[in-house]
């Protein structure tokens, strides 16, 4: 089972053409409309997408979503189960401590105690999901689709609708779009909550900080590297 998924390295590539049996811009062709095509013609192969240090895929079979990978450390899986409450800050900082490669994150976090096996299945799939409702946010990039057999390389092979996790995408990332606009207008404050400054990393702590000498969220996105999400 492979929790910490890696773009090129959690899953072998499909038997694919020299070239991709597809090529966009998606700021050009309709992202939504892509993975329409691709449930609705029950494609196998890889999805490759890029937008500057952003690299993405998404590996399918029959249509459907078996995997995703990504570079990006926000798609982590400790970072997913995070942000969807499912562990709590301490555990994450703990089960880094623990973790050493070439070991399974996911494993550590069982054994551990903070997750059963069925949270784990549960949480890989939340992080392939997340993976793929992303593209949906991006600006702009490139997507490649290699087709061929996805084989699965000691990875969990799962059964995602396309069709869904793109209508899902879209909803996300017209929430975003709102929520973006709310905090550039200034109606929305960034206020730290004191109880969890002492628990958070070198770099939270920095932004913490700048909150709390009143920055915006603009000068916060031009002095901090964020990663594009």
């Known amino acids: 089972m492979s929790e910490e998924p890696q773009a090129n390295s959690a899953m072998q590539h499909p038997e694919a053409l020299p070239l991709p ?3 966009v811009d998606v700021r050009t062709f309709d992202l939504e409309e892509i993975f329409l095509w691709l449930g609705r013609h029950k494609k196998s192969g890889r999805v490759e997408f890029c937008f500057e240090s952003s690299e ?3 590996y ?3 249509g459907e979503v078996v995997f995703a990978c990504s570079n990006q450390s926000v798609d982590r899986l400790g970072e997913c189960l995070l942000r969807a409450g499912v562990i709590q800050l301490e555990q994450l900082r703990e089960a880094e ?3 050493k490669p070439p070991a399974r994150f996911g494993r550590v976090l069982v054994e551990r105690g903070f997750l059963t096996p069925r949270e784990l299945w549960n949480g890989v799939k939340y992080q392939v ?3 793929v409702r992303s593209l949906f946010s991006y600006p702009g990039g490139r997507l490649h689709f290699y087709e061929g057999a996805a084989q699965p390389d000691n990875v ?3 059964s995602l609708g396309t069709s869904r996790l793109a209508s899902e995408g879209l909803m996300r990332r017209d ?3 709102k929520f973006r606009a709310l905090l550039v207008r200034g109606e929305v404050t960034l206020v730290v909550d004191p109880a969890v400054v002492p628990r958070l990393s070198p770099p939270e702590r920095e932004i913490t900080d700048r909150i709390s000498e009143g920055a915006t969220l603009e000068e916060l996105s031009a002095s901090l590297p964020f990663e594009e999400n």
């Open 56 to 58: 993405k895929q998404a």
């Open 129 to 131: 999901e997340e993976i």
């Open 97 to 99: 401590r623990c973790y």
């Open 156 to 158: 969990v092979r799962l």
């Open 60 to 62: 399918l079979h029959n």
């Open 21 to 23: 049996e597809l090529s």
């Open 175 to 177: 929430e975003l779009a």
